[in-house]
């Protein structure tokens, strides 16, 4: 049985933050950041999307760390 390629994201949050806020780690290393849930499934559904075309996962943009 042959394994299902998989994608490994570092979830960083700042503890007691309101909303929850924080960094997602990239696959290359780069990160994201996020304030709110509706940021933070924006930024795993990016990387979910990009995997599943190839494509690069480089942040861009003020958001980037």
Excluded: C, N, W
Excluded at 8 to 15: A, F, Q, S, T, W
Excluded at 41 to 65: D, K, L, N, W, Y
Aim: proline share 8%.
């Amino acid at each position: 049985m042959r394994p299902e390629a998989s994608t490994r994201l570092g979830i960083i949050i700042k503890p007691g933050s309101e909303p929850i806020a924080g960094q997602v780690r990239l696959p290359d290393g780069s990160t994201l950041a996020f304030e709110g849930y509706v940021q933070l499934i924006a930024a795993v559904e990016r990387v979910h999307e990009a995997a599943s075309v190839g494509e690069s996962t480089s942040a861009s943009g003020p958001a980037r760390a």
